[in-house]
């Protein structure tokens, strides 16, 4: 399940995981989808996914925390 999602399992949960990009340290953030079912988690991902994007941008224009984007 964890390519194309970004979804992957830790533990008995499933959490969503992604390198920032370089211009942000390519450091890597992972949020917890507080689900261990695989069909919630995998519907979950690429809406976690897109919305990543947005923060990303706004991470680097606007200066936009890891910590106050992985609370968003």
């Known amino acids: 399940m964890g390519l194309q ?3 992957f399992r830790r ?3 499933y959490a969503w ?4 990009p370089a211009a942000l340290g ?3 953030m992972q949020i917890s989808l507080c689900t ?3 069909l919630i988690a ?3 991902g690429p809406i976690v996914t897109t919305k990543s994007y947005s923060h990303f941008d706004t991470m680097m224009t606007q200066g ?3 910590d106050d984007a992985r609370r968003s």
């Open 64 to 66: 936009l925390s890891r």
């Open 11 to 13: 533990g008995a949960t």
């Open 26 to 28: 390519s450091r890597i």
């Open 5 to 7: 999602s970004n979804t």
């Open 36 to 38: 261990n079912d695989p």
């Open 17 to 20: 995981r992604r390198r920032l």
């Open 42 to 44: 995998r519907r979950l």
